[in-house]
């Protein structure tokens, strides 16, 4: 039996009819065609599905369509447009920029988790040290990269972020 | 890896919960944070008839000073206990405790009620709950009644809560003057769930000796346990390095330690006293004042 959600995605408000097993991710990539959202793993772990709910990052893949009705969330797409001064003129959010600027990806499967996560580390510790930054990312694996360019890139971020502010 | 279909019901009050939860009885599930009942649901490991959100029910997820105790409502997130400034200050040993679980997306996630519900043999606050003497209230269409910690967990993945009944709640006494506790843990590096976790708390009598001892472990059997005999060992006692870690030496006594591909059964007995030596060490340091 089909259940109707609303649900704020990116800024835009989405009336659907959804099953009520329908997972959060499958609702993103497959019901609103925003592919911007891996899956990686499917068992919880690996983090590559995570999107901002209500401003926390959460692994989509473990939240259920339903269970995010009235909520609104936040997917790589629609994250530029959020960030500081940017508006609906493009740009990369400073944690994007971070990311290319630091060479924080090379494959990118995990790069749209990775950048949500830490957006919410930057929100929550503007100023983060590395260990802070690695225990704030570790549900979220990356096979290329090793890691450190993304601490990098998100000292970058942190860094752009804390001028904005000044 | 999408789970069998089910009816989804989203309960405005707890009074309808608890009607629903009488109504279907074995059939349904009540969905909290999700993390423990989706990964198996999608495995189909589980595959209830009914799923009944609880998740956005309100007033249910708080952290306040009650009576002299810490209530704690179930729907509190790992995330919400792991940053309590009121927990942080009284009772320190739950924010040490949430923030071993996971990762931050499983923390701001995953609550409170339902990780003991779930009662996973490998979870965190089982160790904690049980260190600390905590009450939980359950609720049913008949009433609430309290169970003490003690008595909370029945076996793996079983406790105390009957069909139709829901935790509400969790109570917990602020920590007494001249008492340390603390939580260590040795992860499963993959999953991140406890192999071995330990909670300790200490009390010191006016002349140093150890007045009461409560520890309380996880990982290492089918349920955690108060490890009565390291208790024992400390109570009366004159805290010294050889004290704590010949008391720690009875932290697997009398349980069959699980054994699976991540810890063998004598793996787990060694690492239970490993474990029990550094979380004695270091609530007996915070119990003398000092930082650790
Ligand atoms: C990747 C990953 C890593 C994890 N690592 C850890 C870890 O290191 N340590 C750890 O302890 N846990 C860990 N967990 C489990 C996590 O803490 C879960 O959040 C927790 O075990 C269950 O809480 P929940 O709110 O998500 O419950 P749910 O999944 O919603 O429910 C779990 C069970 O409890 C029942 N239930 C829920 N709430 C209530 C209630 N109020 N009253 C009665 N029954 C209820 C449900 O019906 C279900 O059977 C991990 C989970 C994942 C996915
Ligand atoms: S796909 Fe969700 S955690 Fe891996
Ligand atoms: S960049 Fe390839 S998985 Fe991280």
């Given at each position: 039996?089909?259940?109707?959600?609303?649900?704020?995605v990116?800024?835009?408000?989405?009336?659907?009819r959804?099953?009520p097993r329908l997972?959060?991710?499958?609702?993103?990539r497959?019901?609103?065609?925003?592919?911007?959202?891996?899956?990686g793993?499917e068992?919880?772990?690996?983090?590559?599905?995570?999107?901002?709910?209500?401003?926390?990052?959460?692994k989509?893949?473990?939240?259920?369509?339903?269970q995010?009705?009235g909520s609104e969330?936040?997917?790589i797409?629609?994250?530029a447009?959020?960030?500081?001064?940017?508006?609906?003129?493009?740009?990369l959010?400073?944690?994007?920029e971070?990311?290319w600027?630091?060479?924080?990806l090379?494959?990118?499967y995990?790069?749209?988790?990775?950048?949500l996560?830490s957006?919410?580390?930057?929100?929550?510790?503007?100023?983060?040290?590395?260990?802070e930054?690695?225990?704030?990312?570790a549900?979220?694996?990356?096979?290329?990269?090793g890691?450190?360019?993304?601490?990098?890139?998100?000292?970058?971020?942190?860094?752009?972020?804390?001028?904005?502010?000044? | 890896?999408?789970?069998?279909?089910?009816?989804y019901?989203?309960p405005?009050?707890?009074?309808?919960t608890l009607?629903?939860?009488?109504?279907?009885?074995d059939?349904?599930k009540?969905?909290?944070?999700?993390?423990?009942?989706?990964?198996?649901?999608?495995?189909r490991?589980?595959a209830?008839?009914?799923v009944i959100d609880?998740?956005?029910l309100?007033?249910m997820?708080?952290?306040?000073?009650?009576?002299?105790?810490i209530?704690?409502g179930?729907?509190?997130t790992?995330?919400?206990?792991?940053?309590?400034?009121?927990?942080l200050m009284r009772?320190p040993l739950?924010?040490?405790?949430a923030?071993?679980?996971?990762?931050?997306?499983?923390r701001?996630?995953g609550?409170?009620?339902?990780?003991?519900?779930?009662a996973?043999?490998?979870g965190?606050y089982?160790?904690s709950?049980?260190?600390?003497?905590?009450?939980?209230?359950?609720?049913s269409?008949a009433?609430?009644?309290?169970?003490?910690?003690?008595?909370?967990f029945?076996?793996?993945l079983?406790?105390q809560?009957?069909?139709?009944?829901i935790?509400?709640?969790?109570?917990?006494?602020?920590?007494?003057p001249r008492?340390?506790?603390a939580?260590?843990?040795?992860?499963?590096?993959?999953?991140g769930?406890?192999?071995?976790g330990?909670?300790?708390?200490?009390?010191?009598?006016?002349?140093?000796?150890?007045d009461?001892?409560?520890?309380?472990?996880?990982?290492?059997?089918?349920?955690?346990?108060?490890?009565?005999a390291?208790?024992?060992?400390?109570?009366?006692?004159?805290?010294?390095?050889?004290l704590?870690?010949?008391a720690?030496?009875?932290?697997?006594?009398g349980?069959?330690?699980?054994s699976?591909?991540?810890?063998?059964?004598?793996?787990r007995?060694?690492?239970?006293?490993?474990?029990?030596?550094?979380?004695?060490e270091r609530?007996?340091?915070?119990?003398q004042g000092?930082?650790a």
């Open positions: 039996m089909a259940v109707e959600i609303q649900v704020r990116n800024g835009k408000t989405h009336d659907s959804v099953e997972l959060l991710v499958h609702y993103l497959d019901v609103l065609g925003l592919t911007g959202t891996h899956i793993c068992t919880s772990l690996c983090g590559a599905c995570t999107v901002l709910l209500d401003g926390k990052a959460v989509s893949c473990t939240v259920l369509a339903v995010a009705d969330v936040t997917t797409e629609g994250l447009a959020q960030a500081p001064g940017n508006g609906a003129k493009g740009g959010h400073p944690v994007q971070g990311f600027e630091k060479h924080g090379q494959c990118g995990c790069t749209p988790g990775m950048i996560t957006v919410q580390l930057l929100e929550d510790n503007p100023d983060p040290s590395e260990a930054i690695r225990r704030a990312l549900g979220n694996l990356c096979r290329c990269t890691y450190q360019h993304i601490i990098e890139a998100v000292r970058y971020a942190a860094k752009k972020m804390s001028k904005g502010k000044r | 890896m999408i789970p069998a279909a089910f009816e019901h989203v405005k009050t707890l009074e309808e009607r629903l939860l009488e109504r279907h009885g059939e349904a009540v969905l909290a944070g999700g993390h423990s009942l989706l990964p198996l649901m999608k495995l490991l589980a209830p008839r009914y609880i998740g956005r309100r007033g997820s708080y952290i306040r000073e009650e009576n002299g105790q209530a704690i179930a729907l509190t790992h995330a919400d206990l792991e940053s309590s400034a009121l927990l009772c739950l924010p040490e405790t923030a071993e679980i996971g990762d931050v997306q499983v701001n996630r609550t409170l009620g339902g990780s003991l519900a779930h996973d043999p490998a965190d089982p160790a709950i049980l260190a600390l003497d905590a009450e939980i209230i359950a609720a269409t009433g609430t009644r309290t169970i003490c910690a003690r008595d909370f029945v076996d793996m079983t406790t809560l009957r069909p139709g009944e935790l509400s709640q969790v109570r917990v006494p602020p920590l007494a008492t340390g506790a939580y260590c843990k040795l992860h499963q590096p993959a999953s769930f406890a192999i071995v330990v909670a300790a708390r200490l009390t010191l009598g006016k002349g140093g000796k150890i009461s001892a409560a520890v309380g472990i996880t990982g290492v059997g089918p349920k955690a346990y108060r490890a009565a390291v208790e024992k060992a400390l109570r009366g006692k004159k805290p010294s390095p050889k704590l870690a010949d720690a030496r009875h932290a697997a006594q349980v069959e330690p699980l699976d591909l991540h810890a063998s059964a004598e793996y007995r060694e690492m239970a006293a490993v474990f029990t030596r550094r979380a004695l609530a007996i340091a915070r119990a000092k930082k």
